[in-house]
Nanobody, 115 residues
Framework: QVQLVESGGGLVQAGGSLRLSCAAS????????QAWYRQAPGKQRELVAR???????NYADSVKGRFTLSRNAAKNTIFLQMNSLKPEDTAIYYC?????????WGQGTQVTVSS
């Protein structure tokens, strides 16, 4: 079973940048999608960015032009480059893999943007 480990969260000032990583252990032989979600206090979890097996990407309107989702050639690690961060980007960020006909979530990493 694929397991996910996230890294890269932290505290940053508004306007700054962070890069999140999510690495999968185990063999991936089928990809439906890989994504980043986030959940702010008192709010529902929301999709930030997603990439499909054929490398199509889509982004939440709130992050378009500021965040970039990418993955490595082996497709077992995804990244989220976050630029021009705003206080409203503060949340726990979770990676999500729909691979090998299963769904798996990362443990979450806190991103805090101070004003």
């Amino acid at each position: 079973q694929v397991q996910l480990v996230e890294s890269g969260g932290g505290l940053v000032q508004a306007g700054g940048s962070l890069r999140l990583s999510c690495a999968a252990s185990g063999t991936i032989f089928s990809i439906s999608s890989q994504a980043w979600y986030r959940q702010a206090p008192g709010k529902q979890r929301e999709l930030v960015a997603r990439i499909t097996g054929d490398s199509s990407t889509n982004y939440a309107d709130s992050v378009k032009g500021r965040f970039t989702l990418s993955r490595n050639a082996a497709k077992n690690t995804i990244f989220l480059q976050m630029n021009s961060l705003k206080p409203e980007d503060t949340a726990i960020y979770y990676c999500f893999f729909a691979v090998n006909f299963r769904e798996q979530w990362g443990q979450g990493t806190q991103v805090t943007v101070s004003s």
